[in-house]
């Protein structure tokens, strides 16, 4: 089955640095990639996502690449507020498995002031 | 759009005890919903798929006859977690796709997620 695997696990940030999470995956017909934000004891919330047939997505502050040949996905959130401090988890499916999400790791991301 | 729900959003239940958590799509109809569990500072783990009208599907590891999915209708889904005991403390997350409006339907959304403790 497929595999996601996420770096870093955490990662604390000045206030207005840029943040960057990435993320492989181990099955080339996974062709959907979200990233969920989640905050403690909260659902995860749908932050951006981006199929195969993108290379690259972009929704105010945050911006997500994907590179299929190298089977990798990256998060990258500029500007970074402190509100922008949680746990985020890229996750990867495919229309074959019934699109089934298989999380990565998460990445504790804290901004600090 | 797109609101799941969860029911209820804790519970605490002796060992033994068979403990039931509803997941509903509360303005659209889903006929494939997943559970998840999420112990604490870790990912979530898929542990089945509900299907609107069948059997659910489980993930390997995951025993069946321990966690009974029902999903009778087109917006509820009910995981019950049967003689539960303390390993089974967990966050338990549904989650469901929206299939409105055809086209690409890969997006899921979550239940707000239900934390049970067994004592």
């Known amino acids: 089955g497929e595999n996601v695997e996420q770096h870093p696990s955490t990662l604390s940030v000045q206030e207005g640095d840029s943040a960057v999470i990435k993320c492989t995956y181990s099955?080339?017909?996974?062709?959907?990639f979200p990233w969920y934000k989640q905050e403690l004891g909260k659902r995860p919330q749908l932050i951006i996502d981006?199929?195969?047939?993108?290379g690259e997505k972009k929704d105010q502050r945050i911006a997500v690449t994907l590179n299929k040949t190298a089977k990798h996905f990256s998060l990258h959130i500029t500007e970074t507020q402190p509100e922008d401090s949680a746990v985020y988890f890229c996750?990867?499916?495919?229309?074959?498995?019934?699109?089934?999400?298989?999380f990565g790791g998460g990445t504790r991301v804290l901004v600090k002031p | 759009g797109a609101v799941v729900s969860q029911h209820p959003s804790w519970v605490i239940c002796k060992s033994g005890t068979s403990v039931k958590i509803e997941c509903r799509s509360l303005?659209?109809?889903?006929?494939?919903m997943f559970w998840y569990r999420q112990f604490p500072k870790q990912s979530l783990m898929l542990m089945a798929t509900?299907?609107?009208?069948?059997?659910?599907?489980?993930e390997q590891g995951v025993e069946k006859d321990k966690f009974l999915i029902n999903h009778a209708s087109l917006t509820l889904s009910t995981l019950t977690v049967t003689s539960a005991h303390p390993e089974d403390s967990s966050f338990y997350i549904c989650s469901a796709r929206d299939l409105r409006g055809g086209g690409l339907q890969e997006t899921q959304y979550f239940g707000p997620g239900t934390r049970l403790l067994v004592l």
């Open positions: 099955d080339s017909a996974s062709n959907y």
């Open positions: 303005d659209f109809q889903a006929t494939t």
């Open positions: 509900s299907n609107e009208g069948s059997k659910a599907t489980y």
């Open positions: 981006i199929r195969s047939n993108v």
């Open positions: 996750a990867a499916s495919m229309r074959a498995a019934g699109n089934k999400l298989t």
